[in-house]
């Protein structure tokens, strides 16, 4: 991930572009990371649901 700007405001979102959740950094609820080398059975992404460092991620859109 690009170094990640831990001074953004709350309720600002941000979207990346990446072939994992995020693992380290500060990130915001409501933050997206689409999947870049989606499969079958993943995840075409991952958000962010409770800040925080590095925050808790979620799969979203289950590839059947």
Known sequence: FPSHDT???AG???N?????APTAGT???G???ENSAPV???YKGWVCVAG???GTW???GLIA
């Open 40 to 42: 079958s059975g993943g």
């Open 16 to 20: 990346y572009i990446a072939t994992a």
């Open 7 to 9: 001074g953004r405001g």
């Open 52 to 54: 925080g460092t590095p």
């Open 27 to 29: 990130w915001n609820q």
């Open 58 to 60: 979620k799969g979203y």
């Open 31 to 33: 933050d997206t990371v």
């Open 12 to 14: 600002t979102v941000t």
